[in-house]
């Protein structure tokens, strides 16, 4: 017997509910958020860098799914590489053979990636961070993991031990046995080091909270202080890799780093199918996987899927193709340029940083008295309001999706498709002048959108 369903017409039928059914199936505090800052947009279609609402009204997305849409969205390469693999109908995910597609992804996978040897596909970033705290343990035969502060990881409960932000590791206690350290310092490492029970460090070479560079040359001084300590370097690069800093991974801007393992994610799904991978060195993997009896010691129900391999392999071919990682550092460039450039113009506006097309964009306190005085008013309602009323404007009035760039931080966070064009970047320089000389003129709209907050923070309290 044949089942129908027609998934189009469900959608004709039922997307109108979409904020009353997350309501009340889904997280019930996303509908409010959304409601509550103007965010609860409806987009009917995307293409690129761009979405379109049921009006033909066209956004820019400066966010990227959080760095998922690497080659934007729909791209007509992945999608027929797509097509392809289900018309195919391959025997996939039957366990109990070798289908080509893992091993072709993680040969064109490991070429962008010098001193790795092998590859474990999994589905998600913070899954990749889970098996590399796995490997690292099992291959040191130690229980503790350093990171630094401020870091985030994943939201697992191996990934969270590692994760440097409070307010999502409150309440899931007890964790792992991991302890932080400040990005940057080497005396730190080096005392906890000494203490002979540590497996790793796991470090992001450009931090998504506040969008924080490892200084220079501390990659490398820390891989040389763990491999003297017989611990190993795993370099995060779930948002940072796949050219997102000009780099295919952005711990390559520094000369002489090689990690024993490095979790990627994010942009190899192409924006389709959940995918990740966790490289590491040849060792490790065959101290992990040291037998017959243990070759399933690791291992994910959906990892490895046809579909998800096939996303991959377009994706690569496309960053290949298209010169991508060449455009992210082209195109980055220009945009971070024409950002620092308003420093001198704006007091609100303190740092512009970043690497590629991965831009932190800094609030600060300002010099004069009257726009002092309503700075203070929101840091202490809570910090990271201003940051929330320059982003907010830049969608509702000049259609540009952003984000705060962590909980309790004036940082709007950059991270586009990498396909954007300098066009695009105009427009964005142009809509956040237009908010910096509200914000700098004394009233406004956004300052009422201030109070607002403001009121809603200490509601909350």
């Known amino acids: 017997m044949s089942t129908e369903f027609d998934l189009e017409a469900l959608l004709a039928a039922r997307g109108a509910e979409r904020y009353d059914l997350h309501t009340r199936h889904l997280n019930p505090q996303l509908p409010r958020m959304l409601h509550t800052i103007g965010f609860d947009k409806v987009y009917e279609r995307a293409e690129g860098a761009h979405f379109w609402d049921a009006e033909g ?32 109908n391959l025997a996939d995910l039957t366990r109990f053979d070798c289908q080509p597609l893992p091993g072709l992804l993680a040969e064109r996978l490991l070429a962008h990636s010098p001193h790795l040897d092998r590859v474990f596909f999994g589905n998600s970033g913070t899954e990749a961070v889970e098996t590399a705290l796995k490997f690292a343990r099992f291959a040191t035969g130690r229980p503790r993991v350093l990171y630094c502060d401020h870091a985030f990881h994943g939201l697992t409960t191996g990934s969270l031990s590692v994760n440097g932000e409070n307010g999502f590791r409150d309440g899931f206690a007890p964790l792992l046995p991991d302890t932080p350290v400040p990005l940057g310092d080497l005396d730190a490492l080096a005392r906890e080091l000494k203490k002979g029970d540590v497996a790793a460090l796991i470090v992001e070479p450009v931090q998504g909270k506040g969008v924080h560079e490892s200084p220079t040359g501390y990659l490398r001084a820390a891989q040389e202080l763990l491999h003297r300590h017989k611990a190993l370097l795993i370099a995060d690069e779930v948002q940072t890799g796949l050219g997102r800093t000009g780099d295919f991974y952005a711990y390559q801007h520094e000369d002489g780093v090689e990690p024993d393992l490095v979790c990627v994610a994010k942009a190899l799904s192409g924006g389709y199918v959940p995918v990740s991978a966790t490289l590491g060195k040849d060792w490790i993997f065959k101290k992990v996987y040291s037998s017959m009896d243990r070759v399933l010691v690791h291992s994910a129900s959906f990892g490895s899927n046809a579909q998800a391999m096939a996303a991959g392999l377009a994706v690569l071919s ?17 945009l971070k340029s024409r950002l620092a450039a308003l420093i001198g113009k704006y007091e609100l506006l303190a740092d512009v940083r970043g690497r590629g097309l991965m831009i932190g964009i800094e609030f600060g306190r300002p010099d004069s008295l009257k726009l002092r005085g309503r700075w203070t008013m929101l840091q202490a309602a809570r910090k990271g309001l201003f940051a929330q009323m320059v982003v907010v404007p830049l969608l509702q009035r000049h259609r540009i999706l952003t984000q705060v760039s962590g909980d309790h931080l004036e940082v709007i966070k950059l991270i586009p498709p990498l396909v954007i064009d300098e066009a695009d970047v105009e427009r964005f320089v142009d809509s956040f002048t237009a908010v910096m000389d509200d914000a700098h003129s004394g009233g406004g709209l956004m300052w009422d959108f201030g109070r607002t907050l403001i009121k809603q923070a200490v509601a909350g309290r």
């Open 318 to 334: 496309v960053m290949e193709d298209e010169q991508i990682v060449t455009r992210a550092r082209t195109t980055g460039e220009l």
């Open 57 to 88: 009204n066209d956004y820019l997305d400066m966010l990227a799914g959080f760095g998922v849409m690497g080659l934007g969205r729909h791209h007509p390469v992945v999608r027929k590489a797509l097509h392809d693999v289900l018309d195919l």
